[in-house]
């Protein structure tokens, strides 16, 4: 058996580095709770299992170090970088002679691990231990992990996948294929395809999709965290069989999950399962981290800029929506319409707590994964494409250093400030003239974008897969001019609202929040947000809106009180819009505005408003007069 070839391959954890903006919400993350977690939060702190001790020795410490690792290297930061590695070098000296590691008891507050085994864990652990070789080549963990995979082929017939791990396979199956590039070894392909087969028929969910409504009960194959994990599970298989059926389950599943459980900010509802497309129910922040990563992982194998656009709008929206704006704290369940963060029951399954911003509301398992977002995001803005070249997974500033054509070292230097701004410059330094392609995806919301080189408009064919290909000898100083013109537009949401979007980027209207202090700790609190001011405002039809753009873009630009870029538009309060069950009701489909003023409003980026409106009911020209 062979691998069919994956469209990019990833560049090593370290080829990339944040700038700008970007590389501030590294440090915040750094100064926030990702860099001070072990310190403040016992589940992830010294007596944790995955540091020799007798606490937590399930997920939460491999989910920690999950967005840990990536972060310290890619911020070259020395205190994080021996912080995560006392973890790495625990996990690699508790290697025993049969080739398992990690603690030898399995604790977890979850009703449903099994005590005995587990391979869930490990998976987690492994992916942190293929980023740390990456960054450091350390020569221990190629062989670490092949005589795990070598115990684990051993033993898995007699105890297979199960639960979380039956699940999520698809992340184990990223590890045993990232060895069996590097080593050939034949057991692999055996062992992956086992797991494989192991792991649940994601391929025939998405295929058929029969979960067409809000889920009210339990179900494996519902649950949103293990829906985005395993949507990148068709696509490894796909790598590894080249099964056309793969791929189209694939495309399936995303079109079906988006109709029938979609959200404005790129996400499917899920709070704790497929929840349906109302604005208030709730998306879990595990489930954005993950569909991230699978959407990284999806671009990587097949090369379609379309995930290159959901991974865009997840990340740009939905990511830091649900994350304070100075990183110390977080929600469980964010919601699109969301007028108040309360202990308050709510119509999900989660508890009363879920869109606190704190420590740990609901459930600590975000709390421990939500680290990986931002840095994996980093490591996968370029890829390489296989031809020599360099492909484009997204525009936001960074620094790109790898070799190119037939062994050229380029270090690129992409600015501009996207996707707060229209267009992206690409600065060449070159140790010698090359030959090589440059793959730059065009967003599918881009109607018109036009490439310069050296001051010289560049012709280009129509792009495929989203993609337009420049080959050409490139030359030390060369650069590239690529406009993105980003145009307001609405799409129609539940119940006719509407949603509103210039580029990537979702916009809100941001309801004036007042914090208050719900637990006080030594570092990271938990807070409720109630409303300042009238939230339930709908959009008049057929206004138009006026795009206003500040001088700069500042460091923390998910901020709506500094926000850079900003949309107008008009609206009247509807009357007949209520709270229902301590959320936002539906937006109503015949808005009662009578008797009310016509006023401007003004949206802001979504993630910049922790109370906000991000769907709306439109108001028909008949129902106001000027």
């Known amino acids: 058996m062979k691998l069919h070839p994956a469209a990019f391959e990833t560049l090593p954890l370290g080829s990339i580095h944040p700038q700008g903006w970007l590389h501030h919400q590294l440090l915040l993350q750094a100064e926030g709770l990702t860099g001070h977690l072990e310190e403040h939060w016992p589940d992830v702190g010294p007596d944790n299992g995955w540091l020799g001790g007798s606490g937590d020795s399930w997920e939460r410490g491999p989910y920690y170090l999950d967005g840990l690792v990536p972060l310290a290297y890619l911020l070259q930061d020395e205190r994080l970088i021996v912080k995560a590695n006392r973890w790495i070098e625990w996990s690699l000296a508790s290697q025993r002679e049969d080739g398992s590691f990690g603690p030898v008891r399995i604790e977890s507050v979850n009703h449903d691990v099994d005590k005995t085994q587990d391979w869930w864990h490990f998976t ?353 100083g060369d650069t590239v001019l690529l406009d993105l013109p980003m145009e307001v537009s609405t799409e129609s949401r539940h119940l006719n609202a509407v949603s509103v979007q210039r580029g990537p980027l979702v916009y809100a209207l941001p309801v004036g929040e007042n914090w208050q202090l719900l637990t006080r700790r030594a570092k990271f609190h938990d807070w409720e947000i109630y409303p300042a001011t009238p939230w339930k405002f709908g959009l008049l039809e057929g206004t138009g809106f006026q795009v206003q753009l500040s001088d700069e873009v500042p460091a923390q630009p998910f901020d709506a009180a500094v926000t850079p870029v900003k949309l107008k538009d008009t609206g009247q309060l509807v009357r007949n819009w209520r709270m229902e069950g301590n959320n936002a009701g539906t937006p109503p489909l015949v808005p009662d505005t009578e008797g009310q003023p016509v006023v401007e409003l003004e949206l802001v980026p979504y993630a910049g408003a922790k109370l906000r409106i991000g769907e709306f009911p439109m108001i028909a020209k008949r129902k106001h007069r000027v």
């Not at 080249?242 to 079109?255: F, H, L, Q």
């Not at 140790?431 to 490439?451: H, K, M, N, Q, Y």
């Open 124 to 476: 987690i652990m492994l992916k942190v231990l293929t980023q740390y070789q990456e960054v450091t080549n350390d020569v221990r963990v190629v062989p670490f992990l092949t005589r795990f995979f070598r115990h684990m082929n051993d033993t898995i017939d007699k105890q297979p996948l199960r639960g979380w791990a039956e699940a999520r396979g698809a992340d184990l199956l990223l590890s045993i294929l990232w060895l069996y590039k590097r080593t050939e070894e034949p057991f692999l392909l055996t062992l992956a395809n086992t797991v494989a087969e192991q792991t649940t028929d994601w391929t025939s969910v998405f295929g058929l999709f029969p979960f067409w409504r809000k889920v009210e009960e339990w179900d494996w194959r519902t649950h949103v965290v293990n829906v985005a994990m395993g949507l990148k599970t068709p696509g490894v298989r796909f790598e590894m069989s080249g099964d056309p059926a793969e791929k189209n389950a694939i495309y399936r599943g995303i079109d079906s999950l988006m109709t029938y459980h979609g959200q404005a900010h790129g996400m499917f509802s899920g709070d704790e399962w497929l929840s349906g497309t109302h604005p208030s129910q709730g998306v879990e922040l595990c489930a954005v981290v993950e569909y991230m990563f699978t959407m990284e992982q999806l671009i990587r194998i097949l090369g379609d800029g379309r995930f290159g656009d959901i991974l865009e709008k997840v990340a740009f929206n939905a990511l830091p929506a649900t994350i304070s704006a100075d990183w110390t704290s977080h929600q469980y369940d964010q919601q699109v319409n969301q007028i108040v963060c309360n202990v308050a029951p709510r119509n999900w399954s989660n508890g009363p707590e879920a869109n606190l911003f704190g420590l740990e509301p609901n459930f600590g398992c975000c709390t421990a994964n939500m680290h990986q977002g931002w840095p994996k995001l980093v490591s996968h803005l370029w890829m390489n494409d296989r031809r020599g070249g360099l492909a484009a997974v997204s525009y936001a500033p960074c620094t790109v250093t790898t070799t190119v054509g037939t062994g050229a070292k380029l270090r690129m230097d992409v600015g501009g400030d996207y996707p707060f701004r229209e267009q992206v410059k690409l600065g060449l330094t070159l140790d010698r003239a090359e030959t090589f392609p440059l793959a730059l995806r065009v967003p599918g919301w881009c109607s018109s974008p036009s490439i310069t080189i050296n001051g010289k408009v560049e012709e280009t064919d129509t792009p495929v897969n989203g993609y337009v290909r420049i080959q050409r000898e490139w030359n030390d």
